[in-house]
T-cell receptor
Framework: KAGVTQTPRYLIKTRGQQVTLSCSPISGHRSVSWYQQTPGQGLQFLFE???????NKGNFPGRFSGRQFSNSRSEMNVSTLELGDSALYLC?????????????FGQGTRLTVV | DQQVKQNSPSLSVQEGRISILNCDYTNSMFDYFLWYKKYPAEGPTFLIS?????DKNEDGRFTVFLNKSAKHLSLHIVPSQPGDSAVYFC????????????FGQGTTLQVKP
């Protein structure tokens, strides 16, 4: 069974640009969550999508957005990039049920903003 | 507001001894607690979880203890092995927000041969 796949693995962008990251969850998983990891802030929750709807949202500015497709694949978009957006972006997939207790993470996309 | 806290940034233990990693939380709405292990440039790997209705869960060398009244949980690794060296994160969520994991800052464990 394939794991969570994130593309691309590495990305370099300049300030002001926008970027789209992709996440393919484990087959059968309907929930995809996105996290930002930085050295100073640790792992911070961005948002979660379940059945193509945003179900939870963290405390990030509107420049961070996402969507989920009918096959559960998800994309995250960051517009008007800032230097502080440089981070490892992780997505996690899970079944998404009420008592779901386990989320599986992808390897992440390392975004560098210069 | 740091709802999940891991107050020890690092821990060093000798191979074969016990590693104890600690985690505190403030939100009484959390129902489930998980521990993840992370190597650099990789995503976190799930280790073990515990429901708030239990006080202990064991899986091989890993045991998680939950003290609900103290809002404290700990991960015990016995015996510790050099391959256990990694960053360990505790995380929590409430049953009304199953897709929203709140993570602690992580503890870097070094197991010396």
């Amino acid at each position: 069974k394939a794991g969570v796949t994130q593309t691309p693995r590495y990305l370099i962008k300049t300030r002001g640009q926008q970027v789209t990251l992709s996440c393919s969850p484990i087959s059968g998983h309907r929930s995809v969550s996105w996290y930002q990891q930085t050295p100073g802030q640790g792992l911070q929750f961005l948002f979660e999508y379940f059945s193509e709807t945003q179900r939870n949202k963290g405390n990030f500015p509107g420049r961070f957005s996402g969507r989920q497709f009918s096959n559960s694949r998800s994309e995250m978009n960051v517009s008007t990039l800032e230097l502080g957006d440089s981070a490892l972006y992780l997505c996690a997939s899970s079944l998404g049920g009420h008592l779901n207790t386990e989320a599986f993470f992808g390897q992440g996309t390392r975004l560098t903003v210069v | 507001d740091q709802q999940v806290k891991q107050n020890s940034p690092s821990l060093s233990v000798q191979e074969g001894r016990i590693s104890i990693l600690n985690c505190d939380y403030t939100n009484s709405m959390f129902d489930y607690f998980l521990w993840y292990k992370k190597y650099p440039a990789e995503g976190p790997t799930f280790l073990i979880s515990i429901s708030s209705i239990k006080d202990k869960n064991e899986d091989g060398r890993f045991t998680v203890f939950l003290n609900k009244s103290a809002k404290h949980l700990s991960l015990h690794i016995v015996p510790s092995q050099p391959g256990d060296s990694a960053v360990y994160f505790c995380a929590a969520f409430g049953s009304s927000n199953t897709g929203k994991l709140i993570f602690g800052q992580g503890t870097t464990l070094q197991v010396k041969p």
